[in-house]
């Protein structure tokens, strides 16, 4: 308690700073700025404090694994799947990935966070900055998000659905609304 104190009040980094709630016995989806509550946390649901999803590309190991095989790593869909689902119900993704053990990154990792880096370099606006939409169709494959401007507030709509296997993600920005 006398370190979050000072952190929070005297620490260099004080307007700064945010914690999770890893920091002591019985903490968990209790205190801190956000919650991690378990790994690969996400509720599915709309969250009303902030969440962090801490997952891995690998199913079963937060590592490196020799004898991994492709089945056991998600899918570059089920990944910005995880990441659209996370954001739309208020939460952060924290993906990690494991290095072999001369710090490299092997391919299958590589490849994945590619096909997110892409999927963002044209649907970001609908992730960077955003907040959720007080409105989610829990359960469906549409997620809504927001971002309020300095005269209007965008809605962002996140389609889910891989029609006729073409491996795409849709977003639309449903519209801009004044703000009154």
């Not at 296997?165 to 449903?174: H, R």
Request: charged content about 25%; some cysteine; glycine content about 8%.
């Amino acid at each position: 308690k006398e370190f979050l104190a000072w952190l929070y009040n005297s620490s260099p980094v004080r307007e700064t700073v945010v914690t999770n709630d890893r920091w002591g016995l019985g903490t968990n989806c209790k205190h801190g700025d956000f919650y991690t509550c378990t790994d690969r946390f996400n509720p599915g649901v709309l969250q009303k404090h902030k969440f962090e999803n801490a997952m891995t590309i690998d199913k079963a190991s937060w590592g490196h694994r020799n004898d991994a095989k492709l089945k056991d790593f998600l899918t570059s869909e089920e990944l910005i799947r995880e990441l659209v689902t996370t954001v739309a119900v208020n939460g952060n993704l924290l993906v990690n990935v494991g290095p072999t053990k001369y710090g490299t990154i092997e391919a299958i990792f590589a490849e994945r966070l590619r096909d997110m880096g892409k999927w963002l370099r044209i649907n970001g606006k609908a992730i960077y900055g955003t907040r959720p939409w007080d409105h989610q169709n829990e359960g469906k494959d549409i997620w809504y998000t927001r971002k309020i401007g300095s005269s209007r507030m965008s809605v962002f709509v996140i389609v889910l659905m891989y029609p006729f296997d073409t491996n795409t993600i849709v977003i639309k920005e449903v519209g801009q609304y004044m703000d009154n």
